[in-house]
């Protein structure tokens, strides 16, 4: 709402009508949401949550109501709506305070928001419409001849879009001539607002009603005499009638191998009635359930316990070591909960995952429910939005945008793998954490929260041991499967002419070979993609680098293309040194590309895929490969972090992780927690069921403590070693984190800007580290800077720093020198 408004209740002069007011979240990056006035003659049809029709500074938006109040605003006179759009809310009010909450938390704005959680065919879009002056008149002599064009279609037309204005020009770029026309009055600009959603129909075919009869209906076939191909149409149509109850146009003419020409005939002759119907795009099954599984004792045991800490507390982490079948306990959580008619949302940190467990729930939950991520586009994400609204989806797999849909009755959220760094939001705003979101969000509800994990975040663990949440454990795996036998290989005794001439070692080869000889599965996992993340001139050292980013560029063999994987530019394969003229290049380390080639050409018989970005790229590629290595068609799965994260393949018997050391050497407080994550979760995925299988660790650096973690698989080792770090150096759990970037094309405004800031944040002096260039200190163009806050857990404390930075953020932004600097401000960083 606005900051400054009256408390006194208003009425119009025309109607007595008490004079009602609200606050509209529109998609833009506003400092607070703004309040429009709704006439008289929509007083009864708006709802706090429905989609409004408003104008600001010329354009038209789509706004959602957040509030409506009798309060006019005292600094403004308010615009009225023009119109309103639904005659039901398109969200709740459980959205709509999850929305203000995430504004508030992560300095963002309802906006950002509401752009990232509303489906962009919701949104609308505003379209402009060029409309003739009627006052112009019809002399065109001051006109050009493109301009000419225009207004003699607008006399005619009296009104153009602009894709019409391009045909008349065939040109694209029609701007400046709108803009002349503008100026010289010839028409004026109206904007209106486009609906993009539009729902897929499907022709159905149904019997004439006369026809019903079924004497009527027998005559017709007995005493028909011509057109033969007609009554094979006829026939089929009564068959597929009889078998599945509706026929389709397209069910139909297959069916009888017909054109529809001919069906037309029948149609013609009235004996066949075509008839539009909207029609969904998502797959229709049937809304059975069947849990047909048991759980083990030790199952047992972990879901009674979750559901005894239900009644006490509103959030559970499940610590369970890989492959307990923490999945078995989630589906059997998810049926009571749709057996207490209410809704869950089942949540994994990427993609990739949900298109094996998909498969899984649709067994036991059949309809019930529907997967949401990315890949889908605008229509079906629409169509998923309204059938969670309305309640009639009661289960939800997703990615941590599904977070954001407009459930009517939750009453569980699940965050598999809660651990997971892709649960954070980068960018753009709103930056938000998926599960400590989907904390607030289940408050909201009333819902339960339960954390799943075989590596919980150190924070995760942290408040569970203190007691904010509760704990329950389940230490073996399902079946009597035992944990994967851990081995770690020193490179540094690996022959040197070994080790440059191939990315294996000897023991690594060894064990393909066995495993191959088993027709048992390999997993290698090599955390780069690409063929080399860079080339190296052997005469002068000259590396090629990206002309927008301070990066090397990644040699991609396959398209033959260097490419930078911080700004996605692809440049041709360099020759020639830019430096000394020389055409001798070293290819230095190796990304997933190169493993699978060298794999080929070691294990020749072996069939051999890769999963990483580059190959699985399109809305089924994922499930596709995942099928293939299921099904024992791939016998060596080679891949990035994509392989790691919660896959469960039965026939895996041994996992290699190439380079080690290069996830044991990330600049960032959290590395040993990532790197203990990264190769226990991938050393999960060896051994199921009888085979206890073997993971082999390639690392120069044998006597880290995290290696020796790891080959224990002991988390509790892990967690004392960096909980005591944490405490020395001040960082999570004992603090909370706000890091400040600021970009801008020259450095030199990007670090005044950021010591501005600094500056203005005296008051927190000794929380503040930098400013200071990250690793990479430029990227797109845009040098960077970086400040980092750490904050005691004190709410007076962060609220006051948080209002501190707005009120910093409009000062330099005030200043004209700094006002292009985009200041990015994350709280809570990943």
């Known amino acids: 709402m606005q900051s400054s408004q009256s408390n006194t209740s208003l009425f119009s002069d025309a109607d007595n009508t008490a004079a009602l007011f609200a606050e509209v979240i529109i998609p833009l990056a506003l400092p607070q949401n703004y309040t429009w006035r709704i006439p008289a003659h929509f007083q009864q049809s708006v709802q706090e949550g429905s989609r409004v029709e408003v104008q600001l500074k010329n354009k038209k938006y789509a706004g959602i109501i957040k509030t409506l109040h009798t309060n006019k605003p005292a600094a403004f006179e308010p615009r009225e709506i023009m119109n309103v759009l639904d005659a039901d809310p398109v969200v709740y009010g459980g959205q709509l305070a999850l929305w203000q909450w995430i504004a508030g938390y992560y300095m963002c704005s309802e906006g950002e928001v509401m752009n990232a959680a509303v489906p962009a065919n919701l949104k609308l879009s505003s379209e ?102 007609q009554l094979e ?45 909207d ?23 972990a879901l009674e316990k ?14 369970g070591v890989t492959a307990s ?15 207490r008619g209410r809704q869950a949302l089942y949540m994994l940190p990427e993609i990739a995952l949900t298109a094996q467990i998909i498969r899984r729930l649709q067994k036991h939950f059949g309809g019930n429910i529907a997967i949401y991520h990315s890949k889908f586009n605008p229509n079906e994400r629409v169509e998923i939005w309204n059938k969670i609204k309305s309640g009639e989806i009661k289960a939800v797999l997703g990615a941590r945008s599904a977070l954001l849909l407009p459930f009517k009755e939750l009453g569980l959220i699940i965050v598999d793998e809660e651990h997971d760094s892709s649960y954070k939001q980068h960018d753009p705003a709103p930056r938000y954490h998926a599960r400590d979101t989907a904390i607030y969000y289940a408050s909201l509800h009333q819902a339960r929260v339960l954390l799943g994990s075989a590596t919980p975040a ?21 079946g009597e499967g035992k944990m994967p036998g851990i081995e770690v290989v020193d490179l540094k005794q690996v022959p040197a002419k070994d080790k440059q001439k191939q990315m294996f070692s000897p023991q690594m080869k060894t064990a393909i070979e066995a495993s191959l000889q088993q027709k048992k599965q390999v997993i290698i996992f090599q955390n780069r993609r690409g063929y080399t993340p860079y080339m190296i001139c052997s005469v002068c050292g000259w590396i090629p680098q990206c002309q927008h980013c301070d990066v090397t560029l990644t040699y991609h063999k396959a398209k033959n293309k260097l490419a930078c994987h911080y700004c996605g530019t692809v440049y041709p394969v360099i020759n020639t040194c830019a430096a000394c003229g020389s055409h001798s290049f070293m290819q230095k380390n190796f990304g997933t590309e190169k493993v699978e080639e060298v794999i080929m050409e070691d294990f020749p018989g072996a069939r051999v895929a890769r999963m990483d970005y580059d190959s699985v790229k399109g809305k089924h590629d994922h499930d596709s490969l995942i099928k293939l290595f299921e099904q024992q068609r791939v016998d060596i799965l080679v891949g990035t972090q994509m392989v790691v994260k919660g896959l469960d393949f039965e026939h895996v018997n041994l ?34 069921k009888d085979d206890k299988g073997k993971v082999l660790i390639q690392v120069t650096n044998v006597l880290h403590p995290v290696l020796q973690f790891v080959q224990q698989h002991n988390y509790r080792l892990l967690y004392e070693y960096e909980i005591t770090n944490r405490r020395h150096f001040f960082y999570p759990p004992f603090s909370r984190l706000i890091h400040i970037t600021f970009r801008h094309k020259e450095k030199h405004i990007a670090e005044e800007a950021a010591n501005l800031m600094v500056q203005g944040l005296q008051a927190f002096k000794s929380n503040i580290s930098g400013p200071a260039e990250p690793v990479v200190n430029r990227v797109r163009n845009q040098y ?28 330099i932004h005030t200043n004209k020198r700094y006002r292009s600097v985009d200041i990015i401000i994350d709280v809570d960083p990943a």
Request: glycine share 2%; hydrophobic share 45%.
């Open 325 to 339: 079948g923490k999945t078995q306990l989630y589906i059997k959580l998810i049926a009571e909960t749709i057996a």
């Open 458 to 478: 150190i924070e995760t663990y942290h408040n569970a041991l203190a007691g904010k949440y509760s704990l329950v454990e389940l230490n073996e795996r399902f």
């Open 784 to 811: 960077l800077q970086d400040i980092l806050l750490k904050l005691p857990k004190d709410a007076a404390t962060i609220s006051n720093c948080k209002m501190q930075l707005h009120q910093q953020v409009i000062i």
């Open 279 to 301: 029609t969904s795009r998502l797959p229709v099954l049937p809304k059975n359930m069947s849990l047909d599984f048991t759980l083990s004792a030790a199952q047992e045991a």
């Open 306 to 319: 979750v559901q005894q800490s239900f009644a006490e507390k509103q959030v559970c982490l499940l610590h």
């Open 655 to 688: 996992v290699g992780i190439l380079d080690a050391d290069a996830l044991l050497n990330f600049t960032d407080f959290r590395v040993n927690e990532r790197a203990f994550q990264l190769m226990e979760q991938v050393s999960g995925r060896a051994g199921r």
């Open 233 to 277: 149409l006829m026939l089929a149509y009564l068959h597929i009638i009889k078998a599945e109850g509706e026929v389709t146009q397209p069910a139909l003419l297959k069916k009888a191998n017909a054109s529809t020409a001919q069906l037309k005939g029948l149609i013609d002759k009235k004996i066949l009635v075509a008839e539009k119907r």
């Open 128 to 229: 402009s419409i060029l409309i003739w002056n009627e006052e112009y008149g019809l002399d065109f002599s001051n006109l050009n001849d493109e301009e000419y064009l225009v207004a003699e279609a607008l006399e005619l037309k009296k009104e153009l879009r602009l894709s019409e204005v391009q045909q008349i020009l065939d040109v694209t770029h029609v701007y400046p001539v709108i803009k002349k026309l503008i100026e010289k009055r010839v028409c004026y600009v109206w904007e209106e607002l486009k609906e993009k959603y539009k729902p897929k129909t499907e022709t159905y075919i149904v019997l004439n009603p006369v026809y019903h009869n079924e004497d009527l209906l027998a005559r017709l076939l007995n005493e028909w005499t011509k057109a033969p191909k």
